[in-house]
């Protein structure tokens, strides 16, 4: 695996790709690597010739007050796991790398997608995450990414953001990575003490039965929400949202009709914010 501080060398390495017809798939990730992410390099393998994975800690996307100065950084572990992973370049940049000056040019999504859930409580966290891809897909300029499904909203937004701009770029989705007990894999659940990360897989177990009660029919979806939100609360989680709503645009769900939805949430236990959704 090569390693690319400088977008010159990066784009250096991979004009020489292009030039023996490699397809290019790109995996952001913003590092401290799981077995969610290095999932998505193995798919990615299965869309493309040369596989680059990014790490970069985006400021723009983080509010004053949340983890950007302790989110883990560990690129050297990171970087073997990508070689186990048959990752072929990793871009790694410094910010003043990725940003040499301030970023006064912004990508700002649709209020409809990045003011709702998410959104609400981390405004301008959409705007920071559809900048930086859309300055990595700039530098990579790739022919496929890939982007997990458990930040479902980023999901969305980044795939209607490819669409609107007619990027030639093929957004494909990786299923959420879980542990045994369901507690879905991200980067922050090392922030959990032993017993919050007991009790962290109740979210799932909470998203489950909405799941389960929907397809038996159920369709009091506030009725639904507030309890499960009430079991959290119950428990000493601090939860922002539970809610559900159309897969294709996080709108509220039609009383009637057989529109795909998606259940979702976010929840804080301890000091820790977890997010998760399954699809109904």
């Given at each position: 695996m090569q390693v690319h501080e400088t977008i010159a060398g990066l784009r250096a390495a991979l004009k020489a790709a292009g030039q023996n017809g490699q397809h290019v798939?790109?995996?952001?990730t913003m590092g401290n690597l799981h077995e969610g992410h290095i999932t998505l390099m193995r798919q990615a393998r299965t869309h493309g010739d040369t596989i680059v994975a990014s790490i970069f800690v985006n400021r723009l996307q983080f509010r004053p007050g949340e983890d950007f100065e302790r989110y883990p950084r560990t690129l050297a572990a990171d970087c073997e796991k990508l070689v186990a992973a048959g990752v072929d370049h990793l871009f790694a940049p410094a910010e003043a790398e990725l940003y040499p000056e301030p970023q006064r040019y912004v990508v700002e999504p649709p209020p409809e997608h990045a003011n709702i859930l998410e959104g609400a409580f981390r405004p301008g966290h959409f705007r920071g995450v559809a900048t930086v891809v859309m300055k990595l897909f700039a530098v990579v300029q790739p022919q496929a990414a890939l982007f997990g499904k458990k930040d479902y909203q980023q999901f969305m937004a980044l795939s209607a953001m490819v669409r609107q701009f007619a990027l030639p770029i093929e957004v494909i989705p990786g299923e959420t990575v879980r542990a045994d007990d369901g507690l879905a894999l991200s980067s922050r659940n090392g922030y959990l003490t032993p017993a919050e990360r007991a009790e962290a897989?109740?979210?799932h177990r909470?998203?489950?039965?909405?799941?389960?009660?929907?397809?038996a029919g159920n369709r009091d979806y506030a009725a639904l929400e507030a309890a499960a939100d009430a079991e959290l609360r119950a428990r000493g989680?601090?939860?922002?949202?539970?809610?559900?709503?159309?897969?294709?645009d996080l709108e509220l769900p039609p009383a009637e009709g057989k529109t795909p939805l998606v259940v979702l949430a976010?929840?804080?236990l301890g000091s820790t914010r977890l997010i998760?959704?399954?699809?109904?």
């Open positions: 798939v790109l995996v952001p897989p109740r979210l909470c998203l489950a039965r909405i799941v389960a009660a929907v397809r989680w601090s939860p922002d949202y539970v809610a559900v709503r159309r897969r294709i976010a929840a804080r998760d959704n399954l699809e109904i």
